[in-house]
């Protein structure tokens, strides 16, 4: 079965320092891994995606993901942070079922709290 | 474009009561998915429909159902409301699955059981 884990619940960062976010993954077949973000009561916008293709993935608003096959791994990053960048982050990985053309389901991690100082 | 629309954005219901809530997807998207999103469980995925079929169902209890009409707008439905069933419904969009699409979400409908 697919499954996404976000070891940490929380990163904390000072402003202009680089972030990461951490996402472990599990799945049979291909991954389709993504990474979305939620501010408070709001839904959760799309950041980037990994479907094939170069491991460094590159995404809105500045963020990247590593895709690491080996490692199992697709780590949110920022050369920069700021401060409105603070905000809940999931990673999520897409489910095996799809028929047609459908998308299937999203399994998401748990997702981590990024809080950007000043 | 506009983007995923969820009504309502606030609701308030008494326990034993049902309750509908509404997605109207991106122009242009056929598939609709419904996620619920609650601070034990955090997000789980309900269902998905594609072209008026439900097809696929996550792990709720029969009192969660949904449709999609000809247009792709979306409706959720849960009956006899439990304390347990307060939580943020997000409803994502998506075009056919072509190995290079995502899912777009709505803003959420919070919906409140007392």
């Known amino acids: 079965a697919q499954s996404v884990a976000q070891p940490e619940d929380q990163v904390n960062v000072a402003e202009g320092n680089p972030l990461t976010v951490k996402c472990t993954y599990s799945?049979?077949?291909?991954?389709?891994l993504f990474w979305y973000v939620q501010y408070p009561n709001r839904g959760l916008q799309f950041l980037l995606k990994?479907?094939?293709?170069?491991?460094l993935v590159k995404g809105s608003y500045g963020f990247e993901a590593e895709f690491n096959k080996s490692q199992t791994s697709f780590h949110l990053k920022k050369p920069s942070a700021l401060v409105s960048d603070s905000a809940l982050y999931f990673c999520?990985?897409?489910?095996?079922?799809?028929?047609?053309?459908?998308?299937?389901?999203?399994?998401f991690g748990k997702g981590t709290k990024l809080s950007v100082k000043p | 474009k506009a983007g995923v629309t969820q009504t309502p954005r606030y609701l308030i219901k008494t326990r034993g009561q049902q309750v509908t809530l509404s997605c109207s997807p991106i122009?242009?998207?056929?598939?609709v998915s419904w996620y619920q999103q609650t601070p034990g469980q955090g997000l789980q995925f309900l269902f998905e429909?594609?072209?008026?079929?439900?097809?696929n169902k996550g792990n709720f209890p029969g009192r969660f159902s949904g449709r999609q009409f000809s247009n792709s707008r979306s409706e959720m439905n849960v009956s006899t409301l439990e304390l347990g069933d307060s939580a943020l419904y997000l409803c994502?969009?998506?075009?056919?699955?072509?190995?290079?699409?995502?899912?777009?979400f709505g803003q959420g409908t919070r919906l409140t059981v007392v």
């Open positions: 994502a969009s998506s075009l056919p699955w072509t190995g290079r699409t995502e899912a777009f």
């Open positions: 799945v049979s077949g291909n991954p389709y």
């Open positions: 990994y479907i094939t293709g170069d491991n």
């Open positions: 999520a990985v897409r489910g095996e079922t799809r028929y047609g053309g459908s998308q299937g389901n999203l399994i």
């Open positions: 122009s242009g998207h056929r598939s």
């Open positions: 429909y594609f072209s008026e079929t439900q097809r």
